[in-house]
């Protein structure tokens, strides 16, 4: 052969096993998407033992909600809810971990989060259709709600409830801690990247096969928009880290040419009265994001910003 030819046969010898090595190279991915925690939750996750930690993370999640949710019979919460006062009631691991953050925002909050908002969110019925409750029932939940109703003792790891009628709410950040906790399984088996979407609780870490520089670029949902709509300029830029959504448009009503949403603000008793349709805040974890997120929407954007500025947290109002 001349030398031609074998320059040639080289160069394509050398094509070939390029795009051999760079499809063998190229990171399997395996995604998945779960109906908990009343939304729909989304994983998507890159490498050899994608699939595995992808379905571990979502059976971790899945215990996370059957802790936590307030109306399954048998949960953690309910079991509290329907307890009596002065029992100290011993808590698992995971509702230790979720009340210590709950309670520490609680506290830097002034109560704009407050975790035993339940006998007035369940007046609302935002889970079904809806309803708007009277003053009268506001007024007699409210004597329910508030500090020192349900006390979290961090050492002992019990709650004890003060008033036989007080209810733990934790809509407001247990996606967020399933969120955490699924990164957590996701890492432990080796993935060299994922996103994670629980309902506008997204999660992220590692390598973004899809963009060049192998970062995450999450849109903000446009309130009111069909989902998935966002605007160029709302758009987070992250190699790791949660993105935590709390919006009117997720979960509402409207009654008489009026909104409400299911927002509560602990200090009336009524849905978070706000000129603006969503708070995101951009921070380590999502169970904080999520309670933060939740404290700055009822609080506004001042309060908002100076409470985001303490966790040195990201906040964007739209
Ligand atoms: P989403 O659940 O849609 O992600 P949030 O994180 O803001 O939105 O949580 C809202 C939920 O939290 C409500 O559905 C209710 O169960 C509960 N909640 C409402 N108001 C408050 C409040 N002020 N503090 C704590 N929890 C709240
Ligand atoms: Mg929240």
Redesign the pocket.
Known sequence: MGKIKWGILVVIMTVVAGIFFGLINEKKEFSDKEFLFDTYCTITAYGDDAEKAVVEAFSQSADIHSITDGFAENSEVSEINSAKAGIAIPVSDDLAEILTTVTEIENSSSR????S?APV?LLWN?GGEGRIPSEEEIKRAMAYVGDGKIVFDSNKKTVMKTDDNAKL?L??AA?GYAGDKAVEVLKSFGVSGAIVDF???ILCFGENPKSDDGKWRIGLQKPFAPTGEYDEKNVVELSEGAVVT?GTY??YFDKDGKRYH?????KTGYPANQTYSSVTIVTESSLLG?CL??AC??LGRDAGQKLADKYGAQIIFL
């Open positions: 704009a989060f407050d975790s908002i969110v935002f709410d809509g407001g996606k309902g506008g609780n709390s997720q979960r299911h927002i509560i603000d602990p999520d997120s939740t929407f009822v």
